[in-house]
């Protein structure tokens, strides 16, 4: 667990999302599914996010600007410095024979880093609300996309090791549908490193702290 | 010293932050497990952040079988956080905790805002955890009370040998859409900048009223801050949402606390103790 004071490369818009790029330091950009603590200027508390490319002596990181910390993330420029700790929780099992990678909206963030892991550009299926939305598919190679009403579980074929990351409806629907999936969680987070027991959720009638025991958590 | 405030941080998920500090203070153990409140536990505010955890702990049993022993090998003082719904709750763990060498201190966390309040107030408290172990007990007060120094009096008279000055102040943020409460229980305890001005006025008030040592704690973000609780007051102070933001914060704030002490003209920040008070005026409210 190392924190540091990075740098703004770019802030580049995808759709509605913005991507940030920071000089990667001396962190490891670590596994897909981990996440690192983004110091939110003018705000009290770091944000949580999932890596989503790691170009060289980069980290990019898709941001939805939902609230005061995520749309002062977006509003950085190219020089500006945070801090940022990382990476943090458990990522994806990338020892998978099979795999489909399975998106809804902004939880499309961390599946470009863990199809360029997975490698041979495997199969992915993405969910937005809107076409602009959509637009953030092109960081996901091989992607089919859909747009509401329909919805990504209905793109999702038998068979396949699932790697799912969005809303939770969604990951429930993932759940019945792929009860071996594995799905990354989201969950209000003050820390990142098992401190504050703010992101605990209920995973099968069990409280976890997203944080440390996922948050990508295996469905069954 | 410095110090975390309890439930700020796991030690075992974090143990080089935990070796940062002079001393670790657990997350509140209560006699029976507990899985905590319905999510959504914490949110940010303006100034500060709720938190609603709700006491989520193993219970006693698991505490002293399977976290004690692997919280004695972090080679830092360990003082437990004690909770109950009930006086002899207190009184239980502590008689239990008394037989642990590795136990410095048992603070009793007479003020969790998150959970119904003990039926008996804090003395009563005190006075029974006093009957049933020799380590010296630290009493966790509330801010929320209309006199916090007779409390402090209180819980003296009853037997505490040090306070730990505050705990959080119960708060509600609303969404900003639906009106409705962002977290899962409705209200929270407030935390960092927010509390600081109330926690120091606390720390002097107490320190006015008892001859008590003090941790004090409450948004503690730099070093700056924590020599403003020693001046209040505090022999000791913690650190706690700063924690969640910062894990490197023990190092860094223990630095700047030198540092501002020697820049007000003090050898050592100890030196600044109680230096509010150097006037004799009290700093009681009126």
């Not at chain 1, 024979?97 to 550009?121: C, D, M, N, T, Y």
């Not at chain 2, 003082?79 to 002899?88: L, P, R």
């Amino acid at each position: 667990m190392r924190r540091e004071r990075l740098s703004v490369v770019a802030n580049e818009r995808v759709g509605p999302y913005t991507l940030l790029r920071v000089r990667r330091g001396r962190l490891d950009p670590g596994d897909p599914g981990q996440f690192f603590m983004l110091e939110a200027p003018g705000r009290l508390l770091p944000r949580p996010m999932s890596l989503c490319l790691a170009p060289p002596d980069e980290l990019a990181f898709l941001i939805d600007a939902i609230g005061p910390g995520t749309r002062a993330l977006c509003a950085l420029d190219a020089g500006d410095e945070l801090h940022v700790l990382g990476p943090l929780g458990n990522g994806f099992d990338l020892d998978v024979e099979r795999p489909l990678l399975v998106g809804g909206g902004i939880g499309i963030a961390p599946l470009p880093f863990l199809s360029k892991r997975l490698g041979h550009h495997p199969p992915a299926v993405v969910g937005f609300r809107s076409d602009w939305h959509a637009e953030a598919a092109a960081l996901l190679p091989n992607a089919q996309v859909c747009v509401e009403p329909t919805l990504v579980t209905e793109l999702i074929p038998p068979g396949l090791d699932v790697l799912a990351c969005g809303p939770e409806p969604m990951l429930a629907a993932v759940q019945v549908l792929a009860p071996a999936a594995q799905l990354a969680w989201e969950a209000p987070m003050a820390c990142g490193y098992g401190a504050c027991y703010g992101c605990a959720v209920e995973v099968d009638g069990r409280l976890k702290r997203l944080c440390v025991e996922g948050p990508v958590l295996r469905a069954a | 010293m410095l110090l975390n405030g309890s439930g700020c941080l796991d030690a075992l998920a974090a143990p080089d932050v935990a070796r940062a500090l002079d001393a670790f203070v657990t997350k509140t153990v209560t006699p029976l497990p507990r899985d905590g409140n319905t999510p959504v536990r914490i949110a940010e505010t303006d100034v500060g952040m709720l938190n609603s955890i709700g006491l989520a702990n193993p219970g006693i049993d698991r505490f002293l079988t399977l976290h004690l022993p692997q919280l004695e090998l972090l080679g830092v003082p360990l003082w437990v956080s004690v909770g109950g719904f009930e006086t002899n709750d207190y009184a239980e763990i502590s008689s239990r905790l008394d037989d642990y060498a590795s136990v410095s201190a048992i603070e009793l966390n007479v003020s969790c805002p998150n959970v119904e309040a003990p039926a008996e107030n804090a003395s009563q408290i005190v006075a029974a955890a006093r009957l049933a172990t020799r380590k010296p007990l630290w009493a966790k007060l509330s801010p929320a009370v209309p006199d916090i120094a007779e409390v402090a009096r209180a819980a003296q008279a009853a037997g505490a040998d040090g306070l730990s000055l505050v705990n959080t102040i119960r708060g509600l943020k609303l969404n900003e859409r639906t009106l409705r409460p962002v977290l899962g229980p409705g209200q929270g305890g407030l935390s960092g900048p927010a509390l600081k001005p109330i926690a120091l006025a606390a720390v002097a008030s107490c320190y006015a009223a008892t001859a008590l040592p003090i941790v004090g704690m409450g948004g503690v973000r730099s070093g700056l801050d924590a020599l403003e609780f020693v001046a209040a007051g505090a022999r000791h102070v913690a650190v706690g949402t700063t924690l969640f933001a910062d894990p490197d914060a023990p190092a860094r704030i223990r630095m700047e606390l030198h540092t501002a002490a020697r820049e007000r003209g003090w050898n050592a920040y100890e030196d600044a103790y109680a230096a509010a008070h150097a006037d004799a005026l009290s700093l009681r409210a009126t």
